[in-house]
């Protein structure tokens, strides 16, 4: 079955950094577009980065554009989000979501995994 | 950016009873070329990721049982709950994937 696991997340202090992974299993991954998207504390849902199933083609918010870099390792089934330069407001639990069809909506998502930032 | 509304932002609905959510967006999600709208519905409960519901504005996910529908097109859609069950308490979230992937800010569905 597909799974998605996420890992990294953490308290840091407001201009630091914070790597996050997502280890995938139970599909082709390299078949697959995959995205980060985040969710605040009681708040909605927020896309953050996109990546195709190469790598070539990378799309971010603009709320994270210039700061947050995504990538994948289509040998080792797994997708990066290395996050840099934090503010108080990417504080949220940050899902990995595998790609329907190439079209952008998610059918398969993580369980989450909470950056904290602050000071 | 394409900015998707849902009303209302709560909904309390006897078990049983229809339940009805409404998603609009700034612009078109309808691309003429292929005649479908690229408007999806999620279902998140407490301490859980969202669960695809809907898709294409009104193919269901595999699995996801017939009592959820959507409807619509263009820039105004539903997401109908024919007949309320406990376990479909959750807040519900469209998305526009027509340009990049924007969410409503979600619908939280009780029971009354």
């Known amino acids: 079955q597909v799974q998605l696991v996420e890992s990294g997340g953490g308290l840091v202090k407001p201009g630091g950094s914070l790597r996050l992974s997502c280890a995938a299993s139970g599909f082709t991954f390299s078949d697959y577009y995959m995205s980060w998207i985040r969710q605040a504390p009681g708040k909605g849902l927020e896309w953050v980065s996109y990546?195709?199933?190469?790598?070539?083609?990378?799309y971010y918010a603009d709320s994270v554009k210039g700061r947050f870099t995504i990538s994948r390792d289509n040998a080792k089934n797994s997708l990066y989000l290395q996050m840099n330069s934090l503010r108080a407001e990417d504080t949220a639990v940050y899902y990995c979501?595998?790609?329907?069809?190439?079209?952008?909506?998610?059918?398969?998502w993580g369980q989450g995994t909470l950056v904290t930032v602050s000071s | 950016d394409i900015v998707m509304t849902q009303s209302p932002d709560s909904l309390a609905v006897s078990l049983g009873e229809r339940a009805t959510i409404n998603c609009k967006s700034s612009?078109?999600?309808?691309?003429?070329?292929?005649?479908?709208?690229?408007l999806a519905w999620y279902q998140q409960k407490p301490g859980q990721p969202p669960k695809l519901l809907i898709y294409w504005a009104s193919t269901r996910e595999s699995g996801v049982p017939d009592r959820f529908s959507g409807s619509g097109s263009g820039t105004d859609f539903t997401l109908t709950i024919s007949s309320l069950q406990a376990e479909d308490v959750a807040v519900y979230y469209c998305?526009?994937?027509?340009?990049?992937?924007?969410f409503g800010q979600g619908t939280k569905l009780e029971i009354k």
């Open positions: 612009q078109s999600v309808l691309y003429s070329s292929n005649n479908k709208n690229y």
């Open positions: 979501a595998r790609d329907h069809d190439y079209s952008n909506y998610f059918d398969y």
């Open positions: 990546i195709s199933s190469s790598g070539s083609t990378i």
């Open positions: 998305q526009q994937y027509y340009i990049g992937a924007t």
